[in-house]
């Protein structure tokens, strides 16, 4: 989003394998909720209403998708051939007036919608994450539910109580527990293990958190916190708080937290413009401090797993980031507000 057991990362194994030949979805994805692909790039505009297919090595955009409310994040099916994208309601976290109950079901290889998923009664789905047998985990801020879905049938199989208003959550790959963030009105993370069901412990978190990622090893879970620009770290073996990691240039707390897909960078973003990149193998090292545009937001991570785009949705504007040099590559306009992204 405690107690401070250790001071910093053991070494991440590079579980992500891919096979990068032109067109092609990579042959084995370690965690689905980290992935990455040569076949194209799909960005969120959330202020424009659009879904928007964009040409990753040009940056001109292809084709796009309007929906009638703002969307909010998605999840690809593990094949790569389906998209899911929550689609929130007319408003933001906390002032959503005309709360949403729908998924957008996206065909990725035409490149259009072909169905919902409708939640109902549940309302305002932001948070999206999937597992490796394709099942979805939606969180529901305003019905304080976290459900699980069955992409298929396009039902409901279960909703969670979360007690607070989940905002985003993190799947562990192996699918055994979700980690549900509740921003700032219960001052908790609320674990649920997928398998029963059912919450089995609350992280506290006394400042609230936001942002909210596994690693893709399984071994670290990454909050942040919604006061301090800071992260904390969670061990998922214990589900305890072992951590404490400052984020370096910053004087106001930040939004979100990604692992790159092979596990070696974490970024986090933040209101004062900039992105912080940090060596997942020792996250108290020197941070690289990198300048982007107006409210930063998602990440997305290229297959080369060293070039990272961060959406400007302040200004409708993406940064293209070189995590390895730590520096800003070009910017182009992308809609009204990029909030979610990833290479598919």
Sequence with gaps: MDTMLTRRFMPLALLAVFAVTAGTVPAKIADPNNPTGNTGLILIDKMGHHLRFFDPKTWTEISNIEVAMNPHDLALSPDHKTAYVTIYGTGIYGKNPNPNHQIAIIDLVSRTQTGTI??????????????????????????????????????????????????????????SKAYVVNKNDRLFITVIDLKARKV???????NGTEGIAASPDGKRVLAMDYANPELLVIDPATDKVIDKVTLQGNTRAGSRVRFSPDGSFVVTDSEQQIVN????????????????????????????????????????????????????????????????????
């Design 277 to 344: 990149i940090l060596n997942a193998a020792d996250l108290h090292g020197k941070q690289m401090v990198v300048n982007v545009g107006k409210s930063p937001m998602g990440f997305g991570f290229a297959p080369d797993n060293r070039t990272a785009i961060v959406g400007n949705h302040g200004d409708g504007s993406v940064s293209v980031i070189d995590m390895k040099e730590g520096r800003e590559i070009t910017r182009f306009h992308a809609g009204t507000g990029i909030e979610t992204m990833t290479w598919y």
């Design 200 to 206: 089995i412990t609350k992280i506290p978190a006394p």
């Design 118 to 175: 409708d939640v109902s009664p549940y309302v305002a789905p932001h948070g999206i994450q999937v597992d490796a047998a394709g099942t979805l985990y939606v969180s529901c801020d305003a019905s304080r539910k976290m459900l699980i879905i069955d992409p298929k049938t396009r039902s409901i199989k279960a909703a969670v109580d979360t007690e607070g208003t989940g905002h985003w959550l993190a799947v562990l790959p192996d699918g």
